[in-house]
């Protein structure tokens, strides 16, 4: 499952890279003198679109590692027992409740 998503990883990677070129040369070609009106313009939309792909593909792969680190976190043994995670809990609860109760009877 991990080679997976490194692959689709490295896929998404390679795809923003690409577009970011592209970007370039659209944006070269724009700043170049005697372009038509309609080059312009259909260079101006080449250039929205690209900008557009390369976030969603960056949304992507941000949600692609996401995945995997979340993967990753679930096939790790946690650090703590479970018996140590609620001795710890289970003695917060009171402590705050009882400080509470002993203020709420003080003021009335």
């Known amino acids: ?19 970011k070129s592209q970007l370039c040369v659209v944006n ?5 003198a005697g372009l038509s009106a ?3 313009s259909s260079l101006g939309q080449l ?14 792969l941000l949600e692609v590692k996401k995945q995997s680190l979340l993967r990753s976190l679930q096939l790790e043994p946690p650090h703590t027992s ?3 995670q609620h001795a710890a809990t ?3 609860p009171p402590t705050q409740q009882g400080s509470e109760g002993r203020g709420r009877g003080r003021q009335e």
């Open 82 to 84: 479970a018996s140590e």
């Open 47 to 60: 250039k929205e679109d690209l900008l557009q792909l390369v976030q969603l593909t960056e949304e992507s």
């Open 28 to 32: 070269q070609r724009l700043e170049s």
């Open 90 to 92: 289970a003695h917060e």
């Open 38 to 40: 309609s080059d312009k």
């Open 1 to 19: 499952v991990n080679m997976e998503s490194l692959i689709t990883e490295e896929a998404l990677e390679q795809q923003i890279q690409q577009c």
